[in-house]
C-alpha cells in the first residue's frame, strides 16, 4: 500500500512546536534530541506508531512503515560540508528537501536565504515531532539570550517560547507521503508551484525498490535548470542500493546526466552526486 501524501499546516501558535522539546546542536544548528522523544511521543503524538516500532525492532528502517527519518544519517553532513566548500548559493532559490527527516539540509538553505524550502518525509509523525520544531527551533527562534550566547556551549534546551519573527516559515511548506504522492499533491494542487532549483536528498537510494519513484518524482519537480545534489553511501549493505546502482539506473532512463563531485573515504565509502536535465 502506498503512503498517501499530507501537507501539514504550520499551528497558528509556534510555542506549541517546541513545547517538551530537548534541543540538542550539532554544526551550529539545534535538532530535536531523538532519545527523549522516544519516551515522550506515545498515543496520540505517533499516530503512525513509528518511534514505539521503531524502538522495539531496534530498526532504523521498516520498509513501508518507518524510512529512517528519526535518525540524522551521516551524509547529511557531508552534504552540509560540500555547500561550504563549494559555495553553493541559495540566495532566492526554490528548494526542495527531499526525504528531510530532521530537515538540516533544508535549514542550511533557509538561512542561505533561499526564497522558498519545502521538506518531504515519508512519515508524518517525523514532520510533526521532527522537521518543523527544528525549523521553527533554527529560523525563527534566534532568541537565545545573550548570556547564553557567550558561552561556548549553547544550551542543551531550547527556550519554551519562539520569540523572533515567524515569517521565515511563510517560505516553508512541509509534506508526508510517498514520493509518487507528495509528486501528484504538489502539481495538482490549487496552491501556485513553481519547479525547484534545487532538490536535496540524503541516503535516500539504499533500496533499489525505491529508485522509479525517486527517479519520476526528481524528473517532475526538478527546473528544467535545476540541479540535484544527493548524497549517499556507496553501497548499502542488507538493503542492496547504493550510488552506482542508482547512477546505472538513471543512465538506462536517460534523463539526467549525473557527476560525482565528491568522493568521502572515511568509514565506509560515500559519495556527493549532481543531477541535471541532459537538455538543460
Known sequence: CVKAAKEHIIPGDLNKILENKVMETVLDLYHVKVSVLEMTCSGD????????KSVSSHSDLIPGVYEGGLKIWECTFDLMDYFSEAEIQFTNKTVLDLGCGAGLLGIVALKGKAERVHFQDYNSTVIEEITLPNVVANC????ISGKDRKTSKPPAKRPKKAEGSPDVLTKCRFFSGEWSEVTQLLLSSNKPFSKYDIILTSETIYNPDYYSALHDALAQLLDKNGHVYLASKVHYFGVGGGIYLFQKFIEERNVFRTSI???????????????????S
Open 140 to 143: 525563527v527562534n534566534e532568541g
Open 45 to 52: 503524538a505517533d499516530s503512525e506508531g513509528i518511534v514505539s
Open 261 to 279: 563531485i565528491k568522493t568521502i573515504d572515511q568509514g565506509l565509502q560515500r559519495c556527493i552526486m549532481e543531477m541535471a536535465f541532459k537538455d
